[in-house]
């Protein structure tokens, strides 16, 4: 968020609290005027239905820690429960506020209790006349555990980034320093060239998940044959199989169709054939298959991407979609991975309301499903059951 729009953001917030406060003042100047001294503070319907009317939680506090308006949204961030102030430190805050007469306005700290989830609050606290005080809340909890996302990514992007650039500013050295030794020059080259592709598609693969994680959902408006899906993906991947002698199979049967992107969804596949590849051994199998599925009434259709390679351990399974996360560092180095191939395959995934999950058995291999809600599926006849060895 730009600093002008968070500043807007914060004067609209602090406009609606001052003419809330305005708005319920006036309102107990008004009754006092028209009824004398009230024993007690109480809120007047107009007053409750502002409160109950803003985005942000809010609740009118009396002069005795009654509380004598809230709104839905107050409740949901837990500053009211039933007629009382929600947790004791905005009790002691509002009850600060009162004693002084000064606005607070900043982070709202809130004890967990066991098992609740974390919640970042922050607001105002304003006095009022009559002993009454106004307090309004925002949730945070959200943006910041975005900020936090946001922090980490850039900081595993700079960690990556410096490995291809250090090993090309150390081999550029040693061209330099081998200048009279063509052979050692030529392998350096080699090597060079290695780290520059490498370099290279980390760039390529960080632009891609960007994209991705900020994309508009319009442009999944096409109906994509999920036959040319897979004919697409390994089409691209049959160069790094016969370099590294795996055979790749495809199971031929229905044909389906999505609602999507097929560059996208080439993308999703291409990397998990490639995965299965590069974490399998000389002669091993990768196998393609697409099954339709009913589930709760709706229809998927199921790509699976199978090997019989190494496979995962129980504890890698459940962050091996999280972004740099590698299984193995020294095979995906080696095969130029840059530990952003599944973070990309889930995005896609969930961009078009489908799941991606793994069962893997160390030593057995593994299978990734990427599950895809149907637009129509289609059985066709001429295409029988059976599987193709991709030359």
Do not use: C
């Not at 109480?42 to 004598?68: C, F, K, M, W, Y």
């Not at 900020?214 to 408006?221: G, K, N, R, V």
């Not at 990309?344 to 291999?365: D, E, F, N, T, Y």
């Amino acid at each position: 968020m730009s600093p002008a729009l968070a500043g807007l953001i914060g004067a609209l917030v602090a406009l609606a609290v001052v003419a809330v406060g305005y708005g319920i003042s006036r309102g107990i100047r008004a009754r006092r005027d028209l009824s004398g001294p009230a024993p007690g503070s109480e809120a007047t319907p107009d007053l409750s239905r502002i409160i109950a009317a803003l985005n942000q939680g809010a609740i009118l506090v009396g002069s005795h820690d009654e509380v004598l308006a809230s709104n839905d949204a107050g409740a949901a961030m837990g500053i009211v429960r039933g007629a009382r102030v929600g947790f004791k430190e905005l009790l002691a805050l509002v009850r600060e506020v009162r004693d002084t007469g000064h606005t607070y306005k900043g982070a709202i700290a809130r004890e967990r209790e066991p098992g609740e989830e974390p919640m970042d609050l922050t607001g105002r606290v304003v006095p009022l006349d009559d002993g009454m005080v106004l307090v309004i809340t925002e949730d945070e909890t959200a943006s910041r555990r975005i900020d936090a996302v946001r922090r980490d990514f850039v900081a595993n992007v700079s960690h990556e980034l410096k490995t291809p650039i250090g090993a090309i500013a150390i081999l550029a050295e040693a061209i330099e320093a081998a200048s009279d030794d063509p052979e050692q020059v030529s392998n350096f080259v080699r090597r060079l060239h290695v780290e520059s592709n490498r370099l290279g598609e980390l760039v390529s693969q960080i632009i891609d998940l960007s994209r991705l994680q900020s994309s508009d959902h319009t442009a999944l408006e096409e109906v994509v044959e999920i036959d040319e899906v897979i004919d697409e993906a390994l089409n691209r991947s049959r160069v790094l199989a016969a370099n590294r002698g795996v055979n790749l199979i495809r199971a031929r049967a229905a044909s389906f169709r999505v609602q999507g992107n097929s560059w996208q969804l080439a993308d999703a596949v291409t990397n998990l054939v490639q995965n299965a590849i590069v974490y399998s051994d000389v002669n091993a199998r990768v196998a393609v298959t697409v099954v339709g599925v009913a589930e709760d009434g709706e229809e998927f259709v199921d790509i699976k991407v199978a090997d019989n390679g190494i496979g995962i351990e129980p504890e890698d399974q459940s962050r091996i979609f999280e972004r740099f996360y590698r299984v193995d560092y020294g095979r995906s180095r080696e095969s130029g991975g840059t530990g952003l191939g599944l973070s990309i395959v889930r995005h896609i995934a969930l961009s078009h309301g489908g799941s991606i999950r793994v069962w893997s058995k160390p030593h057995q291999g593994s299978t990734f499903t990427l599950r895809l809600p149907i637009q129509s599926a289609e059985a066709d006849p001429d295409i029988p059951e059976d599987e193709e060895l991709i030359e």
